[in-house]
């Protein structure tokens, strides 16, 4: 069974950083993306990257705060998340997709994710 486990996920005054990590069992996956979700709102893509060959691809209001990488290795893709602002507040979801990042659709389609992690809470404060 496919399984992405997210971990990482924590309480944080703005201006701090965390680090969530999304560990693949069983698969590996084209492509693999951040979501976020907040409360009343809409899933959104955080950050994906093309595992292949290592394109990365960023919301605009997280571009030059958050860094998304790869361990081949450990099959496990990493959410580096530098100076946090409380609008990031949200559940961050873990998601692969077993095509490209871009093809089909835009990389921050959830539709075109098929496997989800379980979520990790990341909350900031002001």
């Known amino acids: 069974q496919v399984q992405l486990v997210e971990s990482g996920g924590g309480s944080v005054q703005a201006g701090g950083s965390l680090r969530l990590s999304c560990a693949a069992s069983r698969y590996t996956f084209n492509c693999m993306g951040w979501f976020r979700q907040a409360p009343g709102k809409e899933r959104e893509g955080v950050a994906a990257?093309?595992?292949?060959?290592?394109?990365?691809y960023y919301a605009d209001s997280v571009k030059g705060r958050f860094t998304i990488s790869q361990d081949n290795a450990k099959n496990t893709v990493y959410l580096q998340m530098k100076s946090l602002k409380p609008e990031d507040t949200a559940l961050y979801y873990c998601?692969?997709?077993?095509?490209?990042?871009?093809?089909?659709?835009?990389?921050?389609?959830?539709?075109?994710?098929?496997?989800w992690g379980q979520g990790t809470q990341v909350t900031v404060s002001s």
């Open positions: 990257i093309y595992t292949g060959g290592g394109t990365t």
């Open positions: 998601a692969g997709r077993v095509g490209g990042c871009t093809y089909g659709g835009y990389w921050n389609s959830a539709l075109e994710f098929e496997y």
